[in-house]
């Protein structure tokens, strides 16, 4: 039957199903809804799809949070900017700009707006630092907060406030089967690097660190220190033990290049290594370039994702030394450090970067003497640190008819007659390194306007820098440990268990395991005598 004819068998249909002919629409075998017009019907199933859509989000959202709180995913980077307050941050933020507009004279140009420094970014909040015998903590409990998840008392190397070993972080990662390392600026078994992998009742115990240090065996350890392992007063040499137990020792920038394998223990300094403005570049690296290496290092090992803690040491020397310049020049190498650890993290897709400091250092002001400027294109022309400044004055063996010319060409200030008087007596009456450090600093942080309140720490809070999967759980401000147990919990770590495992250690020796060292209290230094803390 052609469209449109007359048909009896139609009619017979039609009286015995009104709705024979009808266009039926999708939902017509649904009770209720099979009323609706076709159109009606096809609305109904695509708001019903939508929302099936919308729920599914949900659920694969809810998946993949509980996936990151159960900590499943492989790697975290944690920087610490040793010393790196907030006010800080703002200098290096503002000398950078003024580096890149020369022509700016203040207090009598016009301000520049600012440029946003690496950092910038990802910042999320703010971290309590003091710890349980001070308000103001040192580095090494600052550095066990984190490493520990615990506070504890200054001068404490990764043990809680009993002086009973804590397990660490690293060592829990270790344990699970991760690639672990270590890359400082500061001597390796320095107050922070020597939290993550030693445990000592006292932070001076430095040789008695670097023997735990070789014992746990990281896969990657850069920085400075050569000293505490191979001219020891136990006679050990633990750069050949360290070699006996598989380890590639690198001490020079050419080994460093062509390093590829780990177990990796580069030292470049016998010391504490450069500070940036001084370091020379074919002999030490820089620590973009250790980040760099370690990342690659760590990526090779295939462990179960890596653990790597990195350091920007001496930008709290700078502070201790009131040196604007080093501090500067510190605080940007930090800088093109979380650059190269932002750009694998982006294109790796499971590593969550976490930066803070352990306090501040210096009580830093922008702006002193009374006047509402300060002058950062002096800090921008500062050709070296005050630490190298004081080692050339001190080799002119009592002839200083030199020192305002070398004063001249590192700070580009030139030094009145007193101070250069000043400077004179301080050597003839053979004060101490770090007197005669911060008396050069103070000349040129009168001249620029900027303000030290003290030669040590404060107590201040620190910020706190993020990227990647659980970052968000650090924003606001928090106790310093709880941005340990962000990281514990994202790499799903036992600390509980780790300290058990680790209980019968002793992080207190007995002065016969070096019968020619002296113990930590015999030799331990006031902070306004030796600050680097």
Excluded at 126 to 135: F, G, L, Q, V
Excluded at 256 to 276: N, Q
Excluded at 319 to 335: C, E, K, P, T
């Amino acid at each position: 039957m052609r469209r449109g004819e007359w048909n009896l068998h139609s009619d017979e249909l039609l009286l015995e199903n009104p709705e024979f002919g009808r266009p039926k629409g999708p939902l017509q075998r649904i009770p209720h809804l099979q009323r609706l017009s076709v159109r009606n019907q096809w609305i109904a199933l695509g708001s019903g799809a939508s929302l099936l859509v919308f729920i599914l989000i949900l659920i694969v959202t809810s998946a993949t949070h509980s996936k990151s709180s159960n900590g499943n995913y492989s790697n975290v980077i944690f920087f610490i900017g040793d010393g790196f307050g907030p006010a800080s941050e703002v200098l290096a933020r503002t000398v950078y700009t003024v580096e890149k507009h020369p022509e700016f004279n203040s207090p009598d140009s016009k301000t520049f707006p600012l440029e946003s420094l690496a950092l910038d970014e990802y910042l999320l909040g703010t971290a309590r630092s003091y710890s349980t015998s001070s308000y103001v903590t040192d580095s090494a409990a600052g550095a066990t907060a984190y490493s520990c998840v615990q506070k504890t008392f200054n001068y404490g190397i990764a043990v809680d406030d009993q002086k009973n070993a804590c397990g660490t972080v690293m060592e829990a990662a270790k344990t699970k089967g991760m690639a672990v390392g270590i890359v400082a600026t500061s001597r390796v078994t320095h107050a922070t690097p020597a939290s993550y992998i030693s445990h000592s009742v006292d932070r001076n115990w430095e040789e008695f660190i670097a023997q735990q240090e070789v014992e746990f065996k990281p896969d990657v350890l850069f920085g400075g220190g050569a000293a505490k392992f191979n001219t020891r007063c136990d006679k050990r040499d633990l750069f050949e033990e360290a070699k006996a137990n598989g380890y590639t020792v690198i001490r020079n920038y050419n080994d460093f290049e062509k390093l590829t394998a780990t177990p990796a223990l580069g030292i470049f300094a016998d010391s504490h290594m450069s500070y940036e403005v001084d370091r020379d570049p074919t002999q030490q690296p820089s620590l973009a370039q250790m980040t760099s290496k370690a990342i690659e290092l760590l990526t090779k090992t295939n462990k179960k994702g890596f653990f790597l803690m990195v350091e920007g040491s001496r930008i709290d020397h700078a502070g201790h030394s009131n040196d604007a310049v080093a501090h500067y020049r510190d605080i940007l190498a930090f800088q093109e450090a979380w650059k190269v650890a932002v750009e694998f993290a982006k294109n790796n897709g499971k590593t969550t970067l976490v930066s803070v400091a352990d306090h501040e250092t210096g009580g830093l002001t922008l702006g002193a003497n009374s006047n509402y400027f300060w002058k950062p294109e002096m800090v921008a022309k500062g050709k070296c640190s005050a630490e190298i400044m004081d080692s050339k004055l001190r080799k002119l063996g009592g002839d200083y008819s030199q020192i305002s010319t070398l004063v001249q060409d590192c700070f580009q200030i030139t030094l009145t007659q007193q101070e250069v008087d000043d400077l004179k007596g301080a050597y003839d009456r053979k004060a101490g390194v770090y007197d005669t450090i911060r008396l050069i600093s103070s000349y040129f942080a009168k001249r620029a306007d900027i303000g030290w309140t003290t030669d040590a720490h404060t107590g201040v809070d620190i910020n706190v820098y993020g990227y990647g999967p659980d970052s968000e759980k650090l924003r606001g401000n928090m106790e310093n440990v709880e941005v340990g147990k962000v990281v514990s919990s994202l790499l799903n770590l036992n600390l509980e268990a780790e300290s058990k495992r680790i209980k019968s250690f002793n992080p207190t020796p007995q002065t016969d395991d070096f019968p020619s060292c002296k113990s930590p209290s015999s030799h331990r230094r006031n902070p306004l005598e030796n600050p680097h803390h």
